[in-house]
């Protein structure tokens, strides 16, 4: 064979290689309704897909597979796919409202289905995409992995909630990284936050049932890999401990599931500006529909908490502590500023045994007298004694009358804990009981599921001030743009031991806050939580009547919300409306501020507006605030001066 006949033959099989390759990739397109948003997804040899806003590339996921423990991999060898596509254009309107009381649940829709009985799910909506499997297989599957690699733009960087292992309460700090220079091998839950350069993009999930939470571990390059919490074949409690129960057996999978079932939605939320951070519902709305059809007696508000500030009341005539003394004490101060709930938290019962109350504890006696008096009571409980006397202990708290439960120190969201937290949203609900998870993962689309399942922590809050000295008011500026995205944040705001933060001291038995009472009171607007606390002292909310009175006004759901100023650790002030009337918040970090806030929003009329704000000494007493009234018109400007890590908190009325 001559040379000639050598190339002929040579480029034939290239040219050959070239239409296979061809045959055995595809590429779909799908846009966001409004169009700023694009994912190419490529189906072949594996599933990838490019995410670009408004023409730029924000971010490429790469192996989005799932393997099974026999080897079979779903994400592998998907040339041949079929493509059906669709819109969704419909309203969700939540049992509880946390932002708006009519969500509009927009998104164009892609699926790709696959030989084998299994399809990917691809969404883009104008705030954010998303993906999850689906599976029709008759039977149990065993799910070894899954796996997606997120890579972001050259410069990006990262807020971080660094994790030491599976194992934790998800309290962290953010830790603000440069992707690129990141040592691989790094640990982090979710929600977290990456900069790319244009818009923020936010990476969370949702409809997280019967499997593990997703987590994230840095790669090379500045990947983020996807990563999830073996499968529990054993967990032991601790010695001498009532709470901890590591796994002690991890398995060589991370799930036994049916076969016949949609997974978790892997959801990154897309923020064009920081403010979208704020009104992003994307885990909600990707959440499993609501479940329960009588929800009326789902009461959200405010919470009157013992455990931060030690039960350190004063100025009465019995010892303070854990006692019926106390505890009518608590609720006779809930009903004066008509504060819905009271908990009791740890030391009502003897740790190891809901049903054997502590000496000097008459608990009939108590929810006796706060059904008298208006208030519902919420009975705190570790989780893995909870679990030990299930129906027993529920069935009690029912008889009792508990409005609600918290439960806490589940440290976890393997498979077996991620069940956990579904067990006690059924049980609760069919009991009629609210439920405000603690040392727990972040909020992953429960609370649509089972609207009863009310706020839940996972957060750095408020009670770590008695130990650290992490909360201060740049963490307070982060977590709404980051942990609040999710969902609620119980993070028990409103001391009234206030300090500028080069005065902070750390004293566990009588806490302060490093912020000024004003930004203290700025929560109440800003941070949602529908079951919010008053974290403080009853005595000391007695001595300033003019903010408690302030605070217990604030309502915990919100129909309507608009960010006004917003800047991610900075700033941030939000409008939100109840009714008739509307209710803003603003904070500030150590840097003090000025706002010419328009209130355009308002529409016509005249409106009275009572304002709570940092005293003109505040920058170096922290506890100084004032409250004035003064009459607002359509088009007004509102001026407001923040002090270093201070803050504001307005109510505004319709005037007649």
């Known amino acids: 064979m001559n040379r000639r006949c050598h190339l002929s033959l040579f480029f034939f099989f290239m040219l050959f290689l070239t239409a296979g390759t061809l045959l055995a990739q595809q590429n779909h397109r799908l846009e966001s309704p409004d169009g700023r948003i694009a994912l190419t997804i490529i189906s072949g040899p594996e599933v990838r897909l490019t995410v670009s806003v408004d023409g730029r590339e924000a971010s490429t996921i790469d192996h989005i597979a799932m393997t099974l423990a026999d080897g079979t991999v779903f994400g592998q060898n998907t040339g041949n796919a079929t493509a059906a596509n669709r819109q969704i ?50 039977g149990n599957l065993t799910i070894a ?8 733009p050259k410069g990006s960087a990262v807020y971080f909630p660094e994790e030491e292992s599976f194992f934790s309460h998800n309290e962290r700090t953010y830790l603000h990284q440069q992707l690129d220079t990141m040592s691989t091998g790094r640990l982090a839950s979710l929600p977290l936050l990456v900069e790319s350069g244009g818009p923020k993009l936010l990476l969370a999930e949702s409809a997280l049932r019967d499997y593990p939470g997703m987590w994230v571990r840095s790669g090379a390059g500045g990947r983020l890999d996807a990563v999830f919490p073996p499968y529990a074949l054993e967990s032991k409690p601790r010695p001498g401990s009532d709470r901890d129960v590591p796994v002690t057996r991890p398995a060589d999978f991370i799930a036994q599931t049916d076969g016949k079932r949609d997974f978790p939605w892997r959801i990154l939320a897309i923020a064009h500006t920081d403010a979208d951070l704020i009104t992003n519902q994307l885990v909600f709305q990707l959440g499993e529909p609501n479940r329960l059809t009588d929800t009326d007696w789902i009461r959200p508000g405010k919470v009157a908490w013992d455990w931060w500030n030690a039960n350190n009341i004063y100025g009465v005539d019995f010892k303070s502590g854990v006692n019926t003394e106390t505890y009518r004490y608590y609720i006779d101060f809930a009903a004066q500023y008509g504060i819905e709930y009271v908990i009791l938290d740890e030391g009502w019962y003897q740790l190891g045994n809901l049903l054997d109350i502590s000496p000097g504890m008459d608990i009939e006696n108590l929810f006796a007298y706060g059904k008298e008096k208006g208030v519902g009571l919420i009975l705190w409980v570790v989780w893995k004694t909870l679990d030990d006397q299930f129906e027993e202990a529920l069935d009690q708290f029912q008889q009792w009358g508990a409005a609600g439960i918290k439960v806490d120190f589940m440290q976890r969201d393997d498979q077996e804990m991620v069940n956990y937290y579904w067990k006690v949203a059924e049980a609760a609900a069919k009991r009629r009981m609210l439920v405000d998870f603690h040392g727990a993962y972040k909020p992953a689309g429960l609370r649509r599921t089972f609207p009863n399942v009310i706020s839940r922590e996972g957060l750095k809050g408020l009670e770590h001030n008695k130990w650290s000295e992490d909360i201060t008011p740049t963490h307070n500026l982060i977590l709404p743009f980051i942990r609040m995205v999710p969902g609620p944040m119980d993070y028990t705001p409103g001391a009234t031991v206030n300090a500028q933060p080069d005065n902070f001291r750390v004293i566990f038995s009588r806490p302060m806050s490093m912020t000024t009472r004003a930004h203290q009171a700025a929560i109440y607007a800003i941070y949602e939580s529908p079951l919010q606390m008053l974290a403080d002292n009853p005595s000391n909310y007695l001595k300033t009547p003019e903010f408690t009175g302030f605070v217990s006004r604030m309502p915990t759901t919100w129909e309507e919300t608009r960010v006004l100023e917003a800047s991610l650790g900075q700033y941030l002030v939000v409008a939100r409306r109840h009714g008739e009337q509307w209710f803003l918040g603003g904070m500030t970090n150590e840097q003090g501020r000025e706002f010419s806030l328009d209130l355009a929003f308002l529409g016509k009329g005249t409106w009275q507006a009572e304002l709570l704000e940092d005293g003109v000494n505040a920058d170096r007493f ?23 890590s201070g803050g504001f908190a307005a109510i505004l009325s319709p005037h007649p």
């Open 622 to 644: 922290a506890e100084d605030f004032r409250i004035s009234t003064r009459a607002l018109k359509a088009g007004s400007t509102l001026q407001i001066i923040l002090a270093p």
């Open 145 to 152: 992995s899954e796996t997606a690699s997120l890579r972001f």
């Open 89 to 138: 254009r419909a309203e969700i309107k939540p049992v509880v409202p946390e932002k708006f009381a009519v969500i509009p649940d927009r998104c164009n829709e892609l699926t790709l289905s696959f030989p084998g009985h299994y399809a990917l799910v691809f969404r883009a909506y104008d705030n954010g995409i998303a993906w999850h499997f689906q599976t029709r297989i008759s």
